[in-house]
C-alpha cells in the first residue's frame, strides 16, 4: 500500500486499513506502558507486604519468652466450663492456655514452636479495638473448646473439629471495629471487593495469607486433600458468624428439628449445626457470670458508640443503639430485646440438638432476666439476686433533735477523736451486746426485749404497749424496729453509769419520730404505767444519748 503507483492514488479501503493499523499500534504502546507499570506496582507491593508481614509477624524474643514457660496443663483450669472467664487472664495467659487448648484438641498435629509463632502472630494481627480483639477470639475459641470436650451426640471428624476450632480463634482477624452496614454506607475499599459478608470475607482472607507463610501453617501436617477439606470448612465457620445469615440458618434448622427430619450424617444438615455452633460460640458472652457480661456489654457499647460518633462526623444519622448521647435510655433495653430475639432461640435449639450446651441456654436466660431488672428497677438493683430483685428503698438516717436538758459533766477526752467518722456493722462489737439495764452481756446470751413490768412494780418498760411480745431491738439483722426506735438513738455503745463513757457509731436502719423525740432525749424518761401515772427511772441510755447529741450541737 505505501508503493502503491497507480494515478488513481489511495482508495477507500486504503484509508480504512491504515486506521486500523494505526490503532492497533496505539493499543499496543499502550499495553506496553500499562504492563511496565503494573510490573512497578507488583514489586512495590511485595516490598510493602514483606515490611508489613516484619511487623505483623511474631519476634523470635516473642516466642522465646513463651517457649521458655512450662506448658499450661489445661484440666487444671477448668478450661472446659461454659462459665469460664476469659477475661480475667492476661494476654500473655490467654497465648500460653490456647496453645494448650490446641494440643489438647490435636496432639500430633504441629510441634510447640510452630504453634506458638501462629498463635502470637494471631495475637498481633488483632486491631486494638473496644470488643471485637483478641480477647474475644479467645473466649470463642474457649467456648468452642467446651463445646467439642462435652460432645457426647454429634461425631465430628477430625477436619471439622480443626476448622471450627481455628476458625473460632481468626473469625474476626483484623477488624476494624465497624458493622457491614457501616462499611457500604461509608464506600469503604472493603465494600467494593465483596458484595456481602464484607468483615467476614475479610477476616477469612486475612487467615489465609497467615496460613501461607510456611512457618506459621499448623495445617502443615495434614496430606493435600484434607488441606483444602479444612480450608474450605474454616471458610464456611469464619462467614457463619455474620448474623445475616444466622437467621435463615436457624429458621430451616429449627424446622428439621421440628420434624424430626435432622440427620446428622446428612451433609447438609451438619453445616447447618457447625454454622449454628460458631453463632453460639460467637454470642458466648450474653451465657458467662453477671460480672463478666456487664463488663463485655460495656466494651461492646463503647465499639458501638465510637462507629456513631463516627457516623456524626460523617453526617449520618446513627441508630439509637449506637448514640452516645442516648446510651442511658438504650443500652439495658437493647441488650433485653437482643438476646430474646437473637441469642435464646440459638441456645435454645443448640442444647436440644447437643444436650451437653445446656449450661449455655441458661446462663443467657439468667442474664436475660438480670437485664430486666436493670429495666425495671435501675442498674443498681443488678446486685439483687434477679429472683428476689427489688426496687431498693433509699432512707436518711435518723437525727437527733437538739435539747436544752445536759445535766451531765463533759468527759475529759470529749472530741471528736471519740467518733469515729467510718460506719461499723454491729457485728464489730461482736463480744458485748447493749442491755435494757445499761450493762453489757455476753453476746452468746439471749436479749429478752420485750415489754414486761419492772419489778416491784406496775410499770411496763415499754411506753407505747402495755402488754409482752412486742420486740423491738433485732440485733441479728443489725437495725433496731418496732415503736421503741423512736425513743432510742440507733447506734450507741455505752456502759454503766459512773464508768468511762465511750461511743461508737453505728450503721442502722430505721426512722425517728420527731413527735416523741423530746421525751427520748430527756435524762429520766417519763414512761406510763398501767394506772395511767408517770414513774421515772434511771437508764443510762438515755443518758448518754443526751451526752451524744451535746457534743452534735458543738
Known amino acids: 500500500m505505501v508503493n502503491k503507483k497507480l494515478e488513481r492514488g489511495f482508495s477507500l479501503n486504503d484509508e480504512r486499513a491504515f486506521y486500523t493499523l494505526s490503532v492497533f499500534c496505539g493499543l499496543a504502546l499502550y499495553t506496553h506502558d500499562l504492563e511496565n507499570k503494573l510490573n512497578r506496582m507488583m514489586t512495590i507491593r511485595e516490598i510493602d507486604t514483606s515490611v508489613l508481614n516484619y511487623y505483623r509477624m511474631c519476634s523470635k524474643d516473642e516466642c522465646d519468652v513463651i517457649a521458655s514457660l512450662p506448658p499450661m496443663h489445661v484440666s487444671s483450669f477448668q478450661l472446659s466450663r461454659y462459665d469460664f472467664d476469659t477475661w480475667s487472664c492476661t494476654q500473655e495467659t490467654q497465648v500460653r492456655l490456647f496453645i494448650g487448648l490446641f494440643q489438647d484438641l490435636f496432639p500430633d498435629l504441629c510441634?510447640?514452636?510452630?504453634?506458638?509463632?501462629?498463635?502470637?502472630?494471631?495475637?498481633?494481627?488483632?486491631?486494638?479495638?473496644?470488643?471485637?480483639?483478641?480477647?474475644?477470639?479467645?473466649?470463642?475459641?474457649?467456648?468452642?473448646?467446651?463445646?467439642?470436650?462435652?460432645?457426647?451426640?454429634?461425631?465430628?471428624?477430625?477436619?471439622?473439629?480443626?476448622?471450627?476450632?481455628?476458625?473460632?480463634?481468626?473469625?474476626?482477624?483484623?477488624?476494624?471495629?465497624?458493622?457491614?452496614?457501616?462499611?457500604?454506607?461509608?464506600?469503604?475499599?472493603?465494600?467494593?471487593?465483596?458484595?456481602?459478608?464484607?468483615?467476614?470475607?475479610?477476616?477469612y482472607e486475612q487467615t489465609l495469607q497467615l496460613l501461607m507463610q510456611e512457618d506459621l501453617n499448623v495445617f502443615a501436617g495434614l496430606n493435600s486433600e484434607d488441606y483444602v477439606k479444612v480450608v474450605a470448612l474454616m471458610k464456611h465457620a469464619i462467614i457463619a458468624t455474620d448474623l445475616a445469615l444466622y437467621f435463615d440458618n436457624r429458621t430451616t434448622l429449627k424446622e428439621l428439628h421440628d420434624k424430626n427430619l435432622f440427620d446428622s450424617e446428612n451433609r447438609e444438615h451438619k453445616q447447618r449445626l457447625r454454622a449454628l455452633i460458631m453463632t453460639c460460640c460467637d454470642l458466648c458472652a450474653v451465657t458467662k457470670p453477671w460480672n463478666v457480661q456487664k463488663i463485655v456489654v460495656e466494651h461492646i457499647n463503647e465499639e458501638f458508640h465510637n462507629q456513631g460518633d463516627k457516623e456524626k462526623a460523617l453526617g449520618f444519622e446513627p441508630l439509637p443503639l449506637m448514640d452516645r448521647d442516648k446510651a442511658e435510655t438504650q443500652s439495658a433495653q437493647s441488650q433485653v430485646d437482643f438476646i430474646t430475639s437473637v441469642c435464646l432461640p440459638a441456645y435454645k435449639l443448640l442444647s436440644e440438638i447437643m444436650p451437653s450446651t445446656s449450661p449455655m441456654y441458661e446462663g443467657a436466660l439468667s442474664n436475660l432476666k438480670n437485664w430486666e431488672t436493670v429495666v425495671k428497677f435501675g442498674p443498681d438493683a443488678v446486685d439483687i439476686p434477679s429472683s428476689t430483685a427489688e426496687k431498693p428503698e433509699v432512707t436518711k438516717p435518723p437525727r437527733l433533735r437538739r435539747t436544752k436538758n445536759h445535766s451531765h459533766k463533759k468527759s475529759k477526752n470529749f472530741g471528736k477523736d471519740r467518733f469515729p467518722t467510718h460506719k461499723v456493722s454491729i457485728e464489730s462489737i461482736s463480744d458485748k451486746r447493749l442491755s435494757l439495764n445499761g450493762g453489757f452481756e455476753n453476746r452468746h446470751t439471749k436479749l429478752d426485749t420485750r415489754s414486761r413490768k419492772i419489778p416491784g412494780t406496775e410499770t411496763w418498760t415499754n411506753p407505747k404497749k402495755s402488754g409482752p411480745g412486742d420486740s423491738w431491738l433485732n440485733y441479728k439483722k443489725g437495725q433496731i424496729t418496732g415503736p421503741m426506735r423512736k425513743y432510742l438513738e440507733p447506734g450507741i455503745a455505752y456502759k454503766e453509769a459512773g464508768a468511762k463513757k465511750t461511743f461508737r457509731k453505728l450503721r442502722h436502719q430505721g426512722t425517728q419520730s420527731t413527735q416523741s423525740s423530746r421525751s427520748a432525749l430527756a435524762s429520766k424518761p417519763v414512761i406510763r404505767g398501767e394506772d395511767n401515772k408517770t414513774s421515772s427511772i434511771t437508764n443510762p441510755a438515755y443518758k448518754y444519748t443526751s451526752i451524744y447529741t451535746k457534743y452534735r450541737q458543738r
Open 111 to 203: 510441634d510447640r514452636d510452630l504453634l506458638i509463632r501462629f498463635t502470637i502472630t494471631v495475637k498481633k494481627n488483632y486491631r486494638k479495638v473496644a470488643y471485637h480483639n483478641w480477647e474475644h477470639a479467645f473466649c470463642v475459641a474457649n467456648c468452642m473448646y467446651s463445646i467439642l470436650k462435652s460432645n457426647q451426640v454429634m461425631s465430628f471428624s477430625t477436619n471439622e473439629m480443626l476448622a471450627l476450632f481455628v476458625g473460632c480463634i481468626c473469625h474476626d482477624l483484623d477488624h476494624r471495629g465497624y458493622t457491614n452496614s457501616f462499611m457500604k454506607l461509608t464506600g469503604h475499599p472493603l465494600s467494593a471487593i465483596y458484595s456481602s459478608s464484607i468483615m467476614e470475607n475479610h477476616h
